[in-house]
């Protein structure tokens, strides 16, 4: 399978989640796109962040338009993600994420088995 | 005497909500600019632990990430990490599937919504947890 289809597929896996979900769109691109595409690590990384992006602006318009939305409620979420995410990306390049997956893995499986309860 | 100081409470409860709801995020937001799942974080914090329901956890955070990815990106793309071809090609799909998914998922029952997304992260969790990898 060549490169194009299997990052159309790829692609595809992620806004399924994200469109059901609401998250995890990334949790499916950075394996798929770093193992079976061949993208760098880091690379997949960055580019999973910049197809989220117009992913999740799909995501959030049909979420509004059918559910309306207060945006007050969303706006320090907004402004800790914004901040966050600059730092985040200023710092990328330096960091080593293998940690912070593992913390970040422990968080998700108490969420997990907290949805299942 | 009693009324004042349950308002006071509640007052304090308030007032706190956004500056917890805006530390969580910083701290998901960093983890959302690498990539490693800041968004599923910071789902978990709002249901888990602020107690919102999954459907107006999935908005905000919608919403969180278009402000939160950008930041991101900015340095991404100046450190050139980001490949087009995949970007483009991966993007129009994801946008596709998104539509559709976004759309149906309102109709899923919240219930069967909430053991899907725990099955999800548990699966998620599991296979971070374990990847051998030196990255």
């Known amino acids: 399978m060549n490169f194009p289809i299997k990052c159309a597929i790829i ?17 499916i691109l950075v394996p798929l796109l770093s193992k079976w ?3 760098d690590y880091k690379s997949a990384l960055a580019t999973s962040v910049a197809v989220i992006l117009p992913v999740s602006v799909s995501s959030a318009l049909v979420y509004i338009f ?11 979420y907004a402004l800790g993600g914004l901040l966050g995410g600059f730092i985040g990306g200023r710092v990328f390049k330096k ?3 293998k940690w912070m997956r593992r913390i970040f893995a422990l968080f998700v499986i108490y969420g997990g ?4 309860l | 005497m009693d009324a004042p100081d349950i308002c006071i409470i509640r007052d304090l409860r308030r007032s706190e909500k956004p500056i917890i709801s805006f530390i969580a995020s910083l701290i998901t ?3 959302s600019g690498w990539g490693i799942g800041g968004g599923t974080l910071l ?3 709002m249901t888990a632990i602020q107690g919102l329901s999954h459907s107006d956890a999935r908005g905000v955070n919608l919403i969180y990430f278009l402000p939160t990815s950008s930041a991101a990106l900015y340095s991404h793309i100046k450190n050139r990490l980001i490949d087009k071809k995949a970007f483009i090609i991966a993007g129009i799909c994801g946008i596709l599937s998104a539509l559709i998914t976004s759309a149906f998922s309102s109709h899923i029952n919240s219930k069967v919504l909430k053991v899907m997304f725990g099955i999800f992260l548990i ?4 296979r971070e947890f374990l990847r051998k990898d030196n990255n």
């Open chain 1, 11 to 27: 692609g595809a896996a992620a806004g399924i989640v994200n469109g059901i979900f609401g998250a995890g769109g990334g949790m």
């Open chain 1, 113 to 116: 088995v907290k949805n299942l």
């Open chain 2, 43 to 45: 789902i978990v914090f």
């Open chain 1, 66 to 76: 059918g559910h309306g939305f207060d945006f007050l409620s969303a706006v320090p």
């Open chain 1, 95 to 97: 960091v080593s994420v």
């Open chain 2, 29 to 31: 937001g960093i983890l």
């Open chain 2, 123 to 126: 699966y998620i969790g599991v």
């Open chain 1, 37 to 39: 595409a061949g993208l």
